[in-house]
């Protein structure tokens, strides 16, 4: 068993590190070439032209056939709601998709609102925490999920940098994870705006091309002098989003984390990940190669005669 | 026919048609408009334009730069301080009803020498135009001050059952 054999086990797991190496380098490099999908669509949300009439969140419920609510949905005392002590506004959650939050900022002399959903980023976090890949991220730009292969883990509500997924924690036997899927199955892939837009009486919510809306976005801020802040959140965020954000007081005063960074959440990870298939392939057949010969060379004093039976007995055998 | 006779016809037939076309000028300044294109879970406005002109001071306050005086706008003015009055001044003549449609974001992609790039459709037009000017002059501004709610508005906004409850209309 040891001579011949310990050869060959040597030059196989060389040439299994050599494949392991070359396979893991190329899928590294593919999953670091996405760059987004160039036409995909998105949305402009302008906080100064949002007046919080809900109508969006209304349209959203009829839409994905979402239960009722609790309080109808010209009802403004939601704004008020708080949870966690104070801290924490209204988020979605499985009965909504979508929800608008009102912020009284000291300088504005209106309340400002601020509608929540899913961002659609261009490279969602949700999705490469996903290992049963439910998640895709669609040529129009939507981030959608395939409910039946979820198996309800929630890595990817830890995953989203902006807290988006919600749970139906209200299923005892199915739970999945719910969010804003941009309309995509009854909307978006049919060329149509998603139902928060089509509703908005004030247009808070521009429709189009990402291309096109960052264009929009930063002539907004050019000719209208002292109206914004001089940034279009979700441009450069997180990978960048396709939905992003225009506001006359800086981000952090209405509820965003202001500073994510621009890179994608999977960046975090991407290097670490792709060392993962090397380190298991090859360290065990190193390891066990190393100890091997350690043996091996421990075997020529003490138990020279142990080995050499054992060759005999081999011999025997065969 | 003398020469003063041809002169005197003329000059009645110039006469009456300057008298017609001006009947025509004002006519065409509606009193009342009727914005309806879009209802659905509101009933439509009727517009009281007579009312809004004596309380505006120019056309422009509106209209822009389609009619009236022109517009005193800063980002406007480059290119419209002498533009002429166009021949349609009403709302959707520039405000489409179907902005977000695949067909007009396209054809507003494919026109690369196309300004107005970000040019609100005609809800939001109507919208901006009214509740702003609303909240200076002190005007109504809530969604049912302007236009009542459809039997199919109360239940989008899931509104019937509690909305004769709580009393409505506070919006």
């Known amino acids: 068993m040891s001579g011949i054999s310990r050869r060959r086990f040597l030059a196989a797991s060389v040439a299994g590190c050599a494949a392991t190496t070359l396979a893991g380098s190329k899928k590294a490099l593919a999953a670091g070439s996405f760059s987004g999908y160039p036409d995909g669509m998105g949305v402009l949300v302008d906080l100064t032209r949002c007046i919080g009439c809900r109508s969006c969140e209304a349209a959203c419920n009829k839409e994905q056939n979402l239960p009722a609510p609790e309080k109808p949905f010209d009802d403004k005392s939601v704004f008020d709601?708080?949870?966690?002590?104070?801290?924490?506004?209204?988020?979605?959650?499985?009965?909504?998709?979508?929800?608008?939050?009102?912020?009284?900022?000291?300088?504005e002399s209106k309340p400002l609102y601020r509608k929540v959903?899913?961002?659609?980023?261009?490279?969602?976090?949700?999705?490469?925490?996903?290992?049963?890949?439910?998640?895709?991220?669609?040529?129009?730009?939507?981030?959608?999920?395939?409910?039946?292969?979820?198996?309800?883990?929630?890595?990817?509500?830890?995953?989203?940098?902006?807290?988006?997924?919600?749970y139906s924690y209200s299923s005892a036997f199915d739970p999945v994870v719910k969010k804003c899927i941009f309309c995509h199955e009854t909307r978006l892939k049919n060329g149509l705006p998603p139902a928060c837009v089509e509703i908005c009486p004030q247009e808070a919510l521009t429709f189009g091309k990402r291309k096109d809306l960052i264009k929009i976005g930063h002539q907004r801020i050019q000719t209208h002098p002292g109206r914004y802040v001089n940034h279009l959140y979700g441009e450069k965020?997180?990978?960048?989003?396709?939905?992003?954000?225009?506001?006359?007081?800086?981000?952090?005063?209405?509820?965003?984390?202001p500073n994510p960074g621009n890179e994608p959440i999977?960046?975090?990870?991407?290097?670490?990940?792709?060392?993962?298939?090397?380190?298991?392939?090859?360290?065990?057949?190193?390891?066990?190669?190393?100890?091997?010969?350690?043996?091996?060379?421990?075997?020529?004093?003490?138990?020279?005669?142990?080995?050499?039976?054992?060759?005999?007995?081999?011999g025997g055998a065969e | 026919?003398?020469?003063?006779?041809?002169?005197?016809?003329?000059?009645t037939a110039l006469a009456f048609v300057m008298a017609v076309t001006m009947a025509q000028a004002f006519e065409d300044v509606p009193d009342q408009v009727s914005i309806d294109v879009m209802t659905q879970y509101f009933d439509g406005v009727e517009f009281d334009h007579e009312m809004h002109t004596e309380l505006g001071e120019d056309c422009s306050a509106c209209h822009h730069h389609a009619t009236g005086t022109g517009t005193t706008d800063d980002r406007c003015v480059r290119c419209h301080a002498d533009s002429d009055e166009v021949a349609e001044v009403g709302c959707s003549a520039c405000h489409a009803v179907d902005t977000f449609s695949a067909e007009h974001i396209n054809r507003q992609a494919a026109d690369v020498y196309q300004f107005h790039i970000d040019t609100p459709g005609l809800k939001a037009a109507y919208h901006w135009n009214c509740i702003g000017c609303h909240e200076q002059m002190d005007g109504p501004t809530g969604c049912q001050d302007c236009h009542a709610r459809t039997p199919e508005g109360d239940a989008f906004y899931h509104a019937d059952a509690q909305a004769s409850a709580a009393g409505e209309g506070g919006h």
């Open chain 1, 266 to 314: 999977i960046n975090n990870v991407k290097d670490f990940l792709s060392t993962v298939p090397m380190v298991l392939a090859i360290w065990p057949a190193m390891f066990t190669g190393f100890h091997l010969l350690a043996k091996k060379q421990e075997g020529h004093g003490d138990h020279e005669h142990d080995v050499e039976e054992h060759h005999d007995e081999e």
């Open chain 1, 237 to 257: 965020e997180l990978g960048g989003t396709h939905w992003m954000y225009l506001s006359s007081v800086p981000f952090e005063e209405v509820g965003f984390d």
């Open chain 2, 1 to 11: 026919m003398s020469a003063k006779q041809i002169l005197t016809t003329l000059m």
């Open chain 1, 117 to 166: 959903q899913c961002n659609h980023c261009a490279e969602p976090a949700c999705l490469s925490s996903c290992f049963v890949n439910a998640y895709t991220k669609t040529p129009e730009g939507a981030v959608v999920y395939n409910s039946k292969v979820c198996v309800g883990c929630r890595n990817c509500m830890i995953a989203c940098p902006f807290n988006i997924p919600g």
């Open chain 1, 81 to 107: 709601e708080t949870f966690h002590g104070g801290k924490q506004k209204r988020r979605p959650d499985e009965n909504a998709y979508t929800v608008v939050n009102r912020y009284d900022v000291e300088s």
